[in-house]
Each structure stands twice: as structure tokens, then as C-alpha cells.
């Protein structure tokens, strides 16, 4: 009897579009400005009540993907949110912005 083992990715499509979340974060340990873009990310998305585990976070260090991709990731942090990308430090009303928009979409996912 032969055995045979399927290997299924651990990368699943949550929306329409293709990507794993609407909500992406790229980060490192070594990341000075990481934590702090977090936070600001969370309060953003808390505004609205979106939870954070709506956050897809991916450390660009330990060579793990999300699936979505990291060739246009040119510094840390980088938030994805839908289409918007938003490098370093975010100020809160461009993350607003971006969070609203990606609301207005049927797509936006948990």
C-alpha cells in the first residue's frame, strides 16, 4: 500500500480581488517605526470597527509571504489597505482615509 501526502498552501484567498486580507502589514523585527505604525493602524481600524484581526502581518525578515507579494515593498513599515499602500510612519488621517475607502467596498473582510 502507497501512501501519498498532498501538500495544501497555508495561504487561502479571503477576498475577491485575489489578496489575503484588505489589510497587510509588512514589518521586521529590526523595524524601529513598526510598532508604533501599528498601533496608529489599530486605533485607525478601531475607529470604524474593524477588528484587528482584520491585520494580515508579514515579516519580511523570515522570508514568509502572504501570498500577496513583497516586490513592491521598498521600506518598512508598509500598510496595504485594499489598494492603498502607505510606507513609514502613517499619520492618522491617511490611514483614515484609506480605511474608509476600503469600507465603501463590498470586499472588505474580517
Excluded at 14 to 26: F, L, R
Excluded at 68 to 89: F, H, N, Q, R, Y
Aim: glycine share 6%; with cysteine; hydrophobic share 40%.
Amino acid at each position: 500500500m502507497k501512501a501519498e501526502i498532498e501538500f495544501v498552501s497555508k495561504v487561502q484567498t479571503a477576498t475577491p480581488c485575489g489578496k489575503c486580507s484588505c489589510v497587510i502589514m509588512y514589518k521586521s523585527e529590526q523595524c524601529v517605526f513598526c510598532d508604533p505604525a501599528e498601533q496608529i493602524l489599530e486605533a485607525a481600524l478601531s475607529t470604524f470597527g474593524v477588528p484587528s484581526s482584520a491585520i494580515v502581518q508579514v515579516d519580511i525578515e523570515s522570508g514568509e509571504d502572504c501570498g500577496c507579494g513583497t516586490e513592491d515593498v521598498s521600506m518598512l513599515p508598509t500598510i496595504k489597505i485594499c489598494e492603498a499602500i502607505i510606507t513609514g510612519l502613517p499619520d492618522e488621517q491617511t490611514l483614515n482615509d484609506a480605511v474608509i475607502r476600503a469600507i465603501m467596498k463590498d470586499c472588505f473582510c474580517e
